[in-house]
């Protein structure tokens, strides 16, 4: 209990206090209890605010001095005790780099924890400056109609971020095209009102949260395969090595790990009900122009090659069918280089 010297020292520090407070007085019980109570208000406040403060730390820790984060729910809950079990699964869900579907609707009850903390910390606050809880949602409630209407894009912008983590249009760490700004790159963040985009040329792209959902969003990180089309144009020296050639390829292609083969194909159309185009490994002759025969290269590769391996992988196929051609007494037909109506005279008879 707060002694009689202390209250007096902090509320009524005055020498008209101490001289109006007779001892066993009802003045004097009447600020001893005014002073108890906002002593208890004062710690009662600090206590809320510290711990407030506390889960908003723990909720967003500094990770710029750890060495590695793990990213499997299961591993970073591993060790924890049952009360810390659950904020060890929630952090490391939060720091996945692809988040999709519930993981992205975690996110947004994140958020809104984080607001919950703000409010309880701000609702303390105005208890203790004796306002009235009920009195500011009422005020607000009123004003906030006028200002709803002054800010009507703000709050468009608020809900379309809402139903971005609801629906998981994007997501942090999600490579995307959004065709109606016509920008490609990267999410770097999706926030209450803007999703901030890193750009293919280094530049840091702000958009709106509704012209994020209102408009065109192409994935191209969670692609169900990557796809290798090309046209190729050779002249070939004899004709009839071009079957052989075809069926070298086409061996070659029916034997690549990387490349999805017929099973993969019909068991990926099961799963799609017959609706999306994807065929085997293909190499075939389509016909001949100016500059020499024309081959056609489709190839289907597995969906977890992504960026740089891709690439890679694409362009040891097309070295090995480029080597192939040679190898078949084949040359590559360039424009303006090896036009077979200025080498040859005319088109062989195929």
């Known amino acids: 209990i707060l002694p009689w010297n202390t209250a007096r020292a902090l509320i009524f520090n005055s020498t008209v206090a101490s001289a109006a407070a007779n001892f066993n007085s009802a003045r004097r019980v009447a600020i001893y209890e005014g002073g108890l109570q906002l002593t208890l208000k004062i710690m009662c406040s600090v206590l809320v605010l510290l711990t407030g403060k506390m889960l908003l730390r723990l909720k967003n820790p500094n990770t710029s001095d750890v060495v590695e984060i793990p990213l499997d729910p299961r591993e970073a809950a591993e060790g924890s005790s049952l009360v810390w079990m659950p904020v060890s699964w929630l952090l490391s869900m939060r720091m996945r780099p692809k988040l999709r579907s519930t993981n992205m609707r975690l996110l947004l009850v994140d958020k809104c924890v984080t607001c919950a903390i703000y409010g309880l910390m701000t609702a303390v606050v105005l208890r203790?400056?004796?306002v009235r809880l009920q009195t500011v949602l009422a005020v607000g409630g009123v004003g906030g109609l006028a200002v709803g209407l002054a800010l009507q894009n703000l709050v468009q912008n608020l809900i379309s971020g809402i139903l971005i983590y609801l629906n998981a249009t994007v997501c942090d760490g999600l490579e995307v095209e959004l065709q109606d700004v016509q920008l490609q790159g990267v999410v770097s963040n999706v926030g209450w009102f803007n999703t901030t985009v890193n750009g293919y040329d280094g530049t840091r792209v702000t958009v709106p949260n509704r012209r994020v959902l209102d408009g065109t969003v192409i994935d191209k990180t969670n692609k169900r395969f990557r796809v290798c089309d090309k046209q190729i144009v050779a002249v070939m020296e004899d004709p009839e090595s071009i079957e052989a050639l075809l069926l070298d390829v086409r061996e070659s292609l029916l034997q690549d790990p990387m490349l999805l083969q017929e099973k993969e194909v019909l068991r990926l159309r099961f799963r799609n009900r017959g609706h999306i185009k994807i065929y085997s490994p293909q190499f075939v002759f389509t016909g001949m122009s100016e500059y020499g025969g024309?081959?056609?290269?489709?190839?289907?590769?597995?969906?977890?090659?992504?960026?740089?391996?891709?690439?890679?992988?694409?362009?040891?196929?097309?070295?090995?069918?480029?080597k192939k051609i040679y190898d078949y007494g084949g040359k590559i037909g360039l424009p303006g280089i090896l036009p077979i109506s200025r080498t040859a005279g005319k088109l062989p008879n195929y």
């Open 128 to 130: 203790f400056v004796n």
């Open 294 to 322: 024309c081959f056609r290269l489709r190839a289907y590769y597995i969906s977890s090659l992504q960026g740089d391996a891709f690439l890679e992988e694409q362009s040891k196929l097309l070295i090995y069918v480029h």
